[in-house]
Structures are given as structure tokens and as C-alpha cells.
């Protein structure tokens, strides 16, 4: 199992103090028919100032959390099938920031991750 630890913050509003840090874990599995899927799971904290709050789901949806304008049922992950692509959108997904700034062009890699996320999200299985 991968686990990978990144942090957002709100880049539209910089009044937002609160962030959200995001761990995300993969996991690959082969089911007995032999079709290989990637287990993506998300975990969620809060943080503002001192206090720290573990998400779940009676945890509103908030800025920064990475989902909190779109599909909020893909917030915890999904599952996809294992190929080329999902297996590169999760090469990208959990580089790390230098790394991720030489192939995200003028997008921060805060957004690029998030944007990643998203398009997972559309290949659930």
C-alpha cells in the first residue's frame, strides 16, 4: 500500500486560515476473475490554528477539502480499473511538489492534485 500526504489551503480566499491535509492511500488488488483495480482512499483533517479535526461523514465539506465543489459521494475514493492511465494519474497524484511544478504549467500543485482526484473520480468502477 501507498500513502501519501499533501496539504490544501483556499488560493481564492486568503481570509480562509483553515486547511485541510489530505492522505491519500492506494492500494492494488486482483480480484479471482483476474481484473486488476486500484483501491484509491482519502482521509481528511482540518486544520485551523491550533485545533485539528478528523473528517468524516457528518463532517460538512468545506474550503479547502478538495471536493468541497464537486461530487462530495468521491470524497472518501473509489475504485478503478488498473491501467496505463489511472496508473500515471497516480504517479502524478502522489509526487511530490518539486517534482509535480515541472509538469503542472502555471497551475499550482495544490490545484493539478486536486484536478487529478477529480478525474479519478470519473473512472470509478
Known sequence: MLE???????ELNSENTRKCLVTVFVNKKQYESGKKVIVITYK????????????DDDTPVLSPHPFHDFNPE??????VIENSLTNELINY?????????????F???QRYRISIMK????FWD
Open 93 to 105: 497524484l502522489v509526487m511530490d511538489d518539486v517534482e509535480l511544478t515541472k509538469f503542472s504549467g
Open 119 to 122: 478525474s479519478l473520480s470519473n
Open 4 to 10: 501519501f500526504s499533501f496539504e490544501t489551503i483556499d
Open 74 to 79: 468521491s470524497r472518501w475514493g473509489d475504485i
Open 44 to 55: 481528511y483533517k482540518y486544520i485551523d490554528g491550533v485545533n485539528i479535526l478528523e473528517c
Open 107 to 109: 497551475s499550482t500543485p
